[in-house]
């Protein structure tokens, strides 16, 4: 039997197969342009515009940045709602997460009776070692309680200028809550009384480094005011307070009301203790309002005596007084009197005794006193408050002198102890201070002073005006001082200059401030602003570049808002070395800016000096340097 061929059927098989293959692969290729096509208007449908899509086969690959991980999730929910879940390749990534924030680092540090305890967050790189140290320093034999935790991430900026600052502020406190952070440093202490207060933040706020906030919560004990007095004087056009007290806030502004119809504003009403009445404030103002009818003339209460003295030929002035007398409470009295002018008769020789203490301290005693003893009595009493080698008595011969006439003398004393100068005039009819004192509450002191020693029926003026220069609380240096803390300062970190120019180096500006700060202490002290070089170079071209120098100072000063009125600038070249011109350290020394304290002639002997306004235009733009030319 004959077989048949078996090549056509082989092909036959390989043609269909191949047939199959390519029908399978069609399809394939269809089923993957579709689900893509899907899966992508899915996407967009949902506003998923970072996956992008594509098909291996039947698998589904999806790409692309997701925001977060939410976002890469919802994109494969979307896919797996066109096509099988277990077809999509999860191939996206998410994008990078935000480092976490850094921790707010503060310290909050309490310091009582019993110890120091600090609490709060600090950078784990900080030498909380050496803090402790310099805590340690400044409250000696004080435990102190560390109760700070730490935190693996950088110190914010300003953070060890806002711990130094905190430190200074511990050590100026006895008992205190500091609390530090990198912006701002919070101060709540105590000080003994009020001129404590004002010193301690006056300070404060001259330590206060630059970028952090400063905030200053410093609360001062109220003083004791005995008596409490307030007094009032009339005279024409002319009102003011010698004399102001009040137990509250609410008494003062309402005692300050009470005084603006009178012409008075912008007074000074100190609050205490020791008031002896809680209606003392009402009567105040009543009888303040009297005195709106009483155009020349005194108010003076002191505890709870009253009195009006009123010029003669006051209108309608017995019924003034009739109105205050009957509106007060009982344990008020009244005294009111009234200037009778026909009852003064000529004297030919009154008792008058004067006393004057000039601004250096010295005090000159003179007029009536009366028999040895008292001239004893009130010489000894005026070496003892000024110092036996300051007083100089000039009475006059023994003299029979008015009933109560020495301790009049003696509570004048008393009220000229409390100025700086001035002087005190005592006659049968009146006292009278006049002067300066560096004390705000100067006159107040004075006129409790008097009516203390003399009685509340006393008659006395008092006209003295506030000098805060003079002011011991303020700490204000004197003229002297101020030169001195200057140069310190300079020969420690002189101001320097570029080569050959007067443009100040970026580093001297510690210096410069350092300066500013003083001369905001300073503003009227005259002072000269001198400029030196080394003996390099021309003289003329040394002596020209010396003047910008001292110049430039003078600028950026001004830019500081220093006040420069009083600063004249001088350049005196290469004049006056303090090195030897021969070696580099030497000249270096020479090439200075130096403060001198002028006087009032020195100033008039200087007209050509540069002002204010030349510094002010002192261009600071780099100069190139020229051969020869000293640095």
């Known amino acids: 039997m004959r077989s048949k061929p078996l090549l056509p059927v082989a092909v036959t098989f390989t043609l269909a197969a191949a047939l199959c293959i390519g029908a399978a692969s069609l399809t394939v290729t269809q089923i993957e342009a579709r689900s893509v096509r899907a899966i992508d208007e899915a996407l967009g449908d949902a506003g998923i515009d970072w996956a992008t899509v594509s098909a291996d086969g039947l698998t589904i690959d999806m790409a692309g940045t997701a925001p977060d991980e939410a976002a890469r999730f919802r994109a494969l929910s979307v896919a797996g709602q066109i096509v099988e879940g ?4 999860d191939r996206m990534d998410v994008a990078q997460r935000q480092q976490i924030a850094a921790p707010r680092f503060s310290i909050e540090v309490l310091r009582a009776e019993d110890g120091i305890s600090l609490i ?31 935190a693996s991430y950088p110190a914010p900026e300003a953070w060890d200028e806002a711990l130094d600052f905190g430190i200074e502020a511990l ?67 002319t009102s003011r307070f010698d004399a102001c007290s009040a137990s509250t806030e609410e008494g003062r502004a309402r005692i300050l009301d009470a005084a603006e119809p009178l012409g008075i504003d912008g007074a000074r009403c ?87 203490r000039s601004p250096e301290g010295a005090v000159q005693l003179s007029g009536r006193v009366g028999d040895a003893l008292d001239r004893a009595t009130v010489a000894s009493y005026g070496r003892a408050l000024f110092g036996g080698d300051q007083v100089n ?18 509570a004048g004393l008393d009220a000229l102890s409390v100025l700086n100068n001035g002087a005190i005039r005592v006659t049968e009819e009146s006292l009278s201070v006049t002067g300066v004192s560096g004390s705000q509450d100067g006159s107040s002191l004075i006129a409790g002073r008097l009516s203390s020693r003399l009685g509340d029926d006393a008659r006395y003026e008092i006209e003295v005006s ?31 200059f570029d080569p050959g120019s007067a443009t100040i180096d970026p580093a001297s500006r510690d210096s410069v401030r350092g300066v500013a700060e003083i001369l905001g202490k300073c503003e009227s002290v005259p002072m000269e602003v001198g400029g030196y070089t080394d003996s390099q170079g021309r003289e003329e071209m040394n002596r020209q570049l010396s003047q910008e120098r001292a110049e430039a100072v003078l600028a950026a000063l001004l830019a500081l808002r220093v006040p420069v009125s009083t600063l004249t600038a001088m350049g005196y070249g290469e004049e006056s070395p303090i090195a030897d011109n021969d070696t580099p350290e030497g000249r270096e020394a020479n090439r200075r800016i130096e403060f001198k304290l002028l006087s009032g002639e020195e100033e008039a002997a200087t007209p050509d000096d540069a002002s204010a306004e030349d510094a002010a235009e002192v261009v600071e733009d780099e100069q190139e340097d020229e051969a020869g030319t000293a640095e």
């Open 86 to 89: 277990t077809r999509v390749q």
């Open 120 to 150: 709060g967050l600090v950078p784990a790189e900080m030498d909380r070692l050496a803090f402790l140290e310099r805590i340690a320093r400044h409250a000696f034999n004080t435990p102190i309680t560390d109760l700070l935790q730490t």
């Open 171 to 237: 050590a100026r406190s006895e008992k205190a809550k500091i609390s530090i952070d990198a912006d701002q440093v919070e101060v709540v202490t105590m000080a003994q009384d009020a001129e404590a207060r004002r010193a301690l933040e006056d300070t404060l706020n001259d330590l206060a480094p630059d970028g952090v906030e400063v905030a200053l919560n410093i609360t001062a004990p109220r003083p004791v005011i005995a008596p409490f007095i307030l007094r009032l004087t009339r005279q024409g056009e």
């Open 270 to 356: 100190q609050i205490g203790l020791g008031v002896p009445s809680p209606e003392w404030a009402d009567v105040a103002t009543e009888a303040m309002r009297a005195m709106q009818r009483v155009p020349e003339g005194t108010l003076t209460i002191s505890d709870l005596a009253i009195r009006i003295d009123a010029a003669a030929g006051t209108e309608d002035f017995g019924r003034t007084v009739a109105a205050l007398r009957a509106g007060l409470p009982p344990e008020f009295s009244l005294t009111a009197l009234e200037a009778d002018a026909e009852a003064v008769e000529p004297d030919a020789g009154p008792a008058e005794f004067t006393a004057t």
């Open 393 to 410: 008595d000039g009475f006059a011969p023994e003299e029979e002198v008015p009933a109560g006439w020495t301790p009049r003398l003696l």
């Open 466 to 496: 506030y000098d805060e220069r003079l002011d011991a609380s303020l700490g204000l240096p004197t003229p002297e001082e101020c030169v001195a803390e200057i140069n310190n300062i300079l020969q420690t970190r002189q101001i320097t």
